[in-house]
């Protein structure tokens, strides 16, 4: 009940296709696990970061965790699927990424990759008896993919991480700002939606690339963290660009970052309907105290669901900047207009947010009403 169904330990140029793994009674282990054992640092015996596991068309279903590359290189997993993990503490993962005893991991790809976490909870909440008699939620434990170490130029392509804990996780094992942290890292057309906490919770990593994706739905039931869209945590201190996204109906916030960033690129989100357990602090895009370096440029922060320009049920503000001491903060040519409260909140009273234009500056904002005014 423990085992691993296929382990691979040091081999290279692994091939694991057409094939499906289920195991009804598992609480614990994984389905593959491939482990490179290196030296410290390697040597010609012992040469670690082994590379060549490539998954294909694979099913994996009733498995404790799905999938662990440990200091795999030049790998790839792609057209497969995990599904109905034990909902128990044993599952905390469906797919882990980490360098282990290696120097490093690099050249990470997943595509067409999808992973469902609804599980059973008999404590859930039915809707139909309106008691606590049992429900299909998201899984209490398990993160869909999750990133540790100095793990270099993962390609998440076409994926999906449904219902899970955090559908993508990098861990801030990952470091950020140093020669040694897990680095440029791209996210595309990928599906994270209906997870516990968050779609996307980043805080390691540096130079992240999140485009074109759906992050809505994130933080029911509820979770803990933010329960929103994309988080940063405290640790991340990396640089990310973030293109067309669509961060709608979460649970707190669209888009939420801690302080002290090298530089947040936004440009084009739709972020509306967000808010839904906190709709008093709720916020299309939100920042707390000494965030610095965020541009967002474009988009639309408010509205309804589609886009409708009809007020906001739930969103509170399009945008919000809580706290003082905000740095080279660039809002230009977002549509902050049918929010349920205001348009963009910005508190002014003291420090850096009421310096001169050489900071921070809101311009060309439909609904804004100050304008074209440097704070």
Not at 83 to 103: C, E, F, V, W, Y
Request: aromatic share 8%.
């Amino acid at each position: 009940t423990s085992g691993n169904a296929i382990e691979i330990t040091n081999s290279s140029s692994i091939a694991i296709t057409n094939l499906s793994i289920d195991h009804t009674s598992s609480s614990g282990g994984t389905a593959i696990k491939a482990t490179s054992v290196g030296a410290t640092p390697p040597v010609a015996t012992s040469p670690g970061d082994r590379q060549g596991v490539e998954i294909d068309q694979v099913l994996i279903l009733d498995h404790s965790k799905g999938i662990e590359l440990i200091g795999y290189a030049n790998s790839i997993i792609k057209n497969s699927e995990i599904r109905d993990q034990p909902n128990n503490a044993n599952s905390t993962h469906a797919i882990l990424l980490k360098k282990g005893g290696d120097t490093r991991q690099d050249q990470i790809r997943l595509e067409n990759v999808i992973v469902e976490g609804v599980a059973w909870n008999p404590n859930g909440y039915n809707s139909d008896t309106e008691q606590n008699t049992g429900a299909d939620e998201a899984h209490l434990h398990s993160v869909g993919l999750q990133v540790e170490d100095w793990t270099n130029s993962i390609w998440i392509k076409d994926c999906a991480f449904l219902r899970m804990t955090n559908g993508i996780y990098f861990h801030q094992s990952m470091g950020g700002r140093i020669e040694e942290a897990g680095a440029f890292h791209r996210i595309e057309n990928t599906d994270v939606d209906h997870n516990r906490n968050n779609g996307m919770y980043i805080d390691g990593g540096y130079a992240i690339w999140v485009q074109n994706c759906y992050i809505s739905s994130n933080g029911f039931p509820s979770g803990s963290n933010q329960q929103s869209g994309l988080v940063t945590g405290v640790h991340f201190k990396g640089t990310m660009w973030i293109n067309n996204v669509d961060c709608r109906g979460n649970s707190k916030y669209g888009l939420a970052f801690n302080k002290f960033h090298t530089k947040i690129h936004i440009n084009s989100p739709h972020c509306a309907e967000n808010g839904a357990s906190s709709p008093s602090s709720s916020a299309g895009i939100y920042a707390i105290d000494g965030a610095y370096d965020i541009s967002i440029i474009g988009g639309q922060c408010g509205g309804d669901t589609y886009g409708h320009h009809t007020t906001s049920g739930t969103q509170q503000h399009g945008i919000k900047f809580q706290g003082d001491d905000h740095k080279r903060i660039n809002i230009n040519a977002v549509d902050v207009t049918c929010n349920a409260g205001g348009t963009i909140g910005w508190e002014t009273g003291s420090g850096n947010n009421i310096l001169a234009a050489s900071y921070n500056f809101i311009q060309n904002c439909p609904g804004f009403s100050v304008g074209q005014t440097a704070f």
